[in-house]
């Protein structure tokens, strides 16, 4: 009866979907497959988790000791420093779900960004403890912290390895592919929105100088 | 009218504001004579380390004929000599006091040998016993003689096949050490220095550059033809400016020969301290390569990196090296970091047109100017007296007055990364390990840092190791008495005798 209750209030569905973040982090295959095809994720918890790793980014910089990472404060964007996040994120997640759907990817668009949110906890996960331990250990000691460092990241890459595979229901050589595809298809993106950047300011200008030419003539 | 004078008297003190004020914003426009890099490689303005106490013409020397393209000096106690290439003499002065010279001797040749005359002398050395060692550099000889200008040596171009036999040697800067064995930089001999043993043999080349073993060269060596192999030689050059031999028997070695790209990207090390193998031992824990300066832009109509052409060393190891591209005097400490810089082309004092040769004499600076003819002598400031204090105190053991002389060279300047890191360790030394770190985070250094923190850690796990001892119990015990509890709750509701 009260097992029932919290299962169907909105807190109660977060927290059950949010800590089935760590049964994917665990088990990737299967945790990544139910996360999809018995709903067990929702976009809340995936948001959560995104802004989790959003603060891990922004609190390493100033918690963690200045002998493994010195800030130079004064260069410092914050809105550029999130947006080394997100705009990977967002290009990873169109330019991904773009690709796999011409080739019968089975993941949707909000499944894709789902999945990769999902993926991105161990990031989180392993830098709060990192900025701790970063102040305890001397410079010596310091090759356990990159160490670990770079292990969070090289998890949340075959973390979402994983999950892509399973989403789209993909053999293992078949995703592979897929994900360095997606990197090309990132990269194709980010040309065409530079070409239609360009083009559009170009085209503004010619009809800006237009119009500067007919008050001349006028 | 007592209205006229309220008005006139504002007026003047308002227009008096503003031109201070307009004074202050253009003073923060122009940077400083002495500046320093900080840890972010950012310039810091620095109060002036050094003073051009007096700039010295031949006329202030006492000379009858002027200088003419002088090229070399040395400083053997009180005596300075100076190289006077286009007058093929060599200039003997005595320092009387702070600001005078006077002239003891003028040397125009040697006694007794087949060449009396000098033509063309760049450099000279004098031993502790009073002998003196010229580079005859159009004799194409080093000449080596007694106090009494009698001649005792010659050093002449050396017999072995690695020099070409038809090419002219010409000597050009030279350096001894306390065994009388002469090091040499040779214009034209890019294998490394040219040294002698004391009765005059060639003995071999010192110093040269280690080809460095590439893998990908040696792919592209494999696949490439002849031709292509003959252009690709992966030959680096050491042609060495100038060297000077450090009171510990070091030499210091200069050059700006290289290509500018070389030097840049530190395949060509500007300056190198060599041992007595001829490796390079120069310490380099900077965050930045020394190299001078650190922009290379082509401000002023000077572009390019610095070129070192001369360079010193003081009894404390700050070494100083004179640049002959932009007439700037940079001073490193024995790790590798920047002290001061400062200088400039120009005419007023304490700017050069073309400097040629730098020594010092105690704490001061001599700066030898090849087309002004004029010798510099920079005394240090407060400020850099402050400095030498604190570094020389630290190097003696006394950290608490090296401690107070660099605070006090904080209260003068309080963007100096040295002050800071100088504080630390001298506190790191008196073992107050937690305001030690506090130093050396406030200007990133990591490996101070973590020397202090390692103690300070050592120190805390000391004093806390009973509670240490008790989370660490706690952590285990806890949940394992909890767990017990439970078994035993559970064998209890499940045993046989209690069901119904």
């Known amino acids: ?218 | 009218m007592k209205r006229m004078i309220k008005i006139f008297s504002a007026f003047v003190l308002s227009s008096a504001v503003l031109a201070a004020s307009t004074m202050v914003a253009q003073a923060a426009f122009e940077s400083s004579y002495t500046y320093n890099y900080d840890y972010w490689g950012d310039v810091q303005d620095s109060p002036d380390f050094y003073n051009a106490t007096k700039v010295f013409t031949s006329v202030d020397f006492g000379l009858e004929t002027p200088f003419n393209q002088p090229n070399g000096l040395f400083v053997k106690g009180e005596k300075l000599y100076v190289c006077d290439t286009g007058n093929n003499r060599i200039v003997v002065l005595d320092r009387t006091g702070k600001e005078s010279f006077a002239v003891v001797d003028i040397i125009e040749g040697v006694k007794g040998s087949p060449i009396e005359k000098f033509n063309a002398p760049t450099d000279v050395a004098v031993n502790d016993e009073g002998d003196i060692f010229v580079a005859d550099s159009n004799n194409h000889r080093i000449v080596k003689m007694d106090k009494d200008y009698n001649f005792l040596l010659e050093f002449t171009k050396p017999n072995t096949s690695t020099i070409d036999k038809d090419a002219i040697y010409t000597p050009a800067k030279i350096a001894i050490d306390t065994a009388d064995r002469v090091y040499c930089v040779a214009s034209g001999v890019n294998k490394g220095l040219v040294k002698y043993e004391n009765d005059g043999t060639f003995s071999g080349f010192v110093g040269a550059t280690k080809t460095p073993y590439d893998f990908t060269d040696y792919i592209w060596k494999r696949i490439a033809t002849q031709e292509q192999r003959a252009q690709m030689e992966n030959f680096v050059p050491t042609e060495y400016d100038n060297l000077y031999m450090d009171y510990e028997g070091f030499i210091y070695a200069v050059t700006g020969k290289a290509e500018p790209s070389d030097i840049r990207s530190e395949k060509i090390d500007a300056v190198r301290k060599l041992n007595l193998l001829g490796s390079d031992i120069l310490v380099r824990n900077w965050e930045w390569p020394v190299y001078g300066d650190l922009y290379m832009g082509n401000g002023g109509g000077f572009e390019g990196p610095s070129y070192f052409t001369d360079v010193t060393t003081f009894e404390n190891d700050i070494y100083v090296c004179l640049d002959k591209n932009r007439a700037r005097l940079f001073g490193y400490n024995d790790q590798g970091k920047m002290v001061f810089a400062f200088g400039g082309n120009g005419n007023l004092d304490g700017y050069f047109r073309k400097p040629i040769a730098i020594e010092h004499m105690g704490h001061d600076i001599l700066v030898l100017d090849t087309l002004d003819c004029t010798v510099t002598v920079f005394s240090p400031t407060e400020f850099g007296q402050l400095v030498y204090n604190a570094i020389e105190q630290f190097d003696a053991g006394n950290y608490d007055v090296s401690e107070a002389s660099w605070r006090e060279v904080l209260a003068i300047d309080g963007n100096y990364d040295l002050a800071y890191i100088g504080v630390g360790r001298a506190l790191l030394r008196q073992e107050r390990y937690k305001e030690a770190m506090e130093y050396f985070e406030l200007k990133y250094d990591g490996e101070n840092y973590s020397k202090a923190f390692k103690q300070y850690r050592k120190e805390w796990v000391e004093d806390h190791i009973g509670i240490i001892v008790a989370v660490l119990l706690a952590i285990f015990l806890i949940p394992m008495a909890i767990g017990k509890v439970r078994a035993v709750r559970y064998e209890i509701r499940t045993a046989d005798i209690f069901k119904r």
Not at chain 1, 86 to 103: E, I, S
Not at chain 1, 212 to 218: A, Y
Request: net charge neutral.
């Open chain 1, 1 to 218: 009866m009260f097992e029932k209750a919290t299962t169907t209030s909105k807190i109660g569905t977060f927290w059950k979907s949010f800590k089935f973040a760590f049964y994917c982090m665990s088990h990737p295959l299967d945790g990544f497959w139910d996360l999809t095809h018995e709903k067990r994720g929702t976009y809340a918890a995936a948001n959560a988790i995104l802004i989790l790793t959003l603060v891990a980014r922004i609190m390493k910089l100033r918690f963690t000791s200045f002998v493994f990472d010195p800030v130079y404060w004064e260069d410092i964007n914050i809105f550029l420093y999130l947006a080394s996040i997100l705009l990977p994120l967002a290009l990873f997640v169109v330019g991904n779900w773009g690709l796999t759907t011409l080739f019968d990817g089975k993941g949707r668009l909000g499944q894709v960004y789902m999945a990769t949110c999902y993926a991105m906890l161990p990031y989180p996960l392993m830098q709060f403890p990192l900025m701790i331990a970063s102040n305890l250990v001397t410079i010596e000691e310091g090759q356990f912290y990159t160490l670990l460092d770079e292990l969070s990241l090289v998890f949340v890459v075959l973390l979402i390895i994983a999950a892509m595979g399973q989403i789209h229901e993909y053999s293992m050589a078949k995703n592979l592919l897929f994900t360095v595809a997606s990197l090309f298809a990132m990269l194709v993106i980010v040309f065409i929105l530079l070409l239609f950047f360009s083009m559009i300011s170009q085209g503004v200008a010619y009809f800006i100088s237009l119009g500067r030419e007919l008050l001349f003539r006028l």
